[in-house]
C-alpha cells in the first residue's frame, strides 16, 4: 500500500501505462529516456468546504482536497529525416489525463480517496525538443488517525 498520494498515483498510472511509459515521483532518473510521467503531491492542501464536521469533537474526520501535479515529458518531433518515428504521441497526455480522473486511485496508508477531479491541464512550449504537459488534479481525501 502506498505510504502517500504520490506514491497511490505512481502505482496506478504504472499499472494502467505499462512499461513503455515510467512513472516517477518527484522526479526522474538521471539521464531518464522519453517518454515518461512525474507525479508530485501536495502542491496545496485545504480542508474541504463543506464535510468536516464538528471541529470541537477530537474524534472527528478530516477532509482535505489536494492538489496533485503530473507532467508527461516527451520528445517533440522526429530527431532525424526518415527516422522511425519517434516525436510526440499526441494521445498519451489524454489518456493520462482521464486516468486522472478515474476514481480507483486508493489512498496513502489508511487514508480514503473520495473523490478525484481533474482540474486543469496545459501544454507547455516545445525547448530542447522536449514537450511537456501539466496536469492538476484535485484529490479529495479523508486523513488518516494518528
Known sequence: MPATTSGAFRAFL???LGPGVPVFRD????????PY???QEGTSYTPHPAVN???GDPARELVVQELV???V???ARQQAAGAAPSGEDYT?????MWLCSQPRI?????????????????REPIADNVVRHVITVLVTRTLQHL
Do not use: F, M, W
Not at 522526479?27 to 522519453?34: F, K
Not at 498519451?92 to 493520462?96: I, K, N, P, Q, T
Open 14 to 16: 504504472t499499472a494502467q
Open 27 to 34: 522526479g526522474p532518473r538521471p539521464g531518464q529516456l522519453l
Open 37 to 39: 510521467v512525474v507525479v
Open 53 to 55: 464536521g464538528d471541529y
Open 69 to 71: 501535479q503530473v507532467d
Open 73 to 75: 515529458v516527451q520528445q
Open 92 to 96: 498519451l497526455a489524454e489518456r493520462v
Open 106 to 122: 486508493t489512498g496513502p496508508g489508511t487514508s480514503h480517496v473520495n473523490g478525484v477531479q481533474l482540474q486543469a491541464a496545459h
